[in-house]
């Protein structure tokens, strides 16, 4: 908050105009005058101080909305630091289970070809083969929720620190550079889930 320029103007002619009137007065006095002369000498140190103590207050109020401004920012740039450590372990989780879930395709395609060259699968190998498959594909979409709403959440607390007139170290190139490795490493860990299981066995048995 600023000095309140309008209320130190009034202040300061009523000073002005009080001390002219003393100077007028000042010459051959009776004991009524003489008393007036010094009350407004008393008006013209209460006017003074009243002066003072309006600066005084208005430089207070400054500096208490600089503090909180510094608090704000300090607040914010914490926060957002938590969101992009949040981000990156997210991030890092998702493509191990990634990994995990392509090294035990690969495993289950080979057990699959040989169990195709020694039988025909039963019927219920094959639920069981679709239901294990549906709770990975479940459990990696709710990874992809996750990282999805933790970026969100990163875009609400910086545009809400910008709007709140708080500098922050990071830009929105910055901000867009993190969604786009998301969108990159959403787009691997779904590779091997877009593709259905029977075309997976297909494209494996070509190979051969």
Do not use: W
């Amino acid at each position: 908050m600023g000095l309140n320029i309008e209320n130190i103007k009034k202040v300061a002619e009523k000073v002005s105009k009080a001390e002219k009137e003393t100077k007028k007065e000042s010459n051959k006095k009776t004991h009524g005058e003489k008393m007036d002369y010094l009350q407004k000498g008393i008006d013209v140190i209460e006017s003074t101080s009243s002066l003072i103590e309006t600066i005084i207050t208005a430089r207070k109020e400054t500096h208490l909305a600089k503090i909180n401004l510094d608090s704000k920012q300090i607040e914010l740039e914490r926060d957002l630091g938590k969101y992009q450590t949040t981000l990156q372990k997210e991030i890092k989780e998702m493509e191990k289970e990634v990994e995990k879930y392509r090294i035990d395709s690969e495993i289950k395609l080979k057990e699959l070809d040989v169990s195709i060259h020694e039988l025909k699968e039963s019927e219920e190998t094959k639920r069981l083969q679709i239901q294990k498959d549906h709770e990975t594909k479940m459990r990696m979409l709710d990874m992809q929720q996750s990282i999805l709403e933790t970026v969100m959440e990163m875009y609400k607390q910086y545009y809400a620190a910008m709007f709140a007139g708080v500098v922050l170290p990071v830009t929105p190139a910055n901000m867009t550079n993190d969604m786009q490795n998301c969108i990159q490493s959403l787009n691997t860990s779904i590779q091997y889930l877009n593709q259905p299981q029977s075309q997976i066995t297909m494209n494996k048995q070509l190979d051969y």
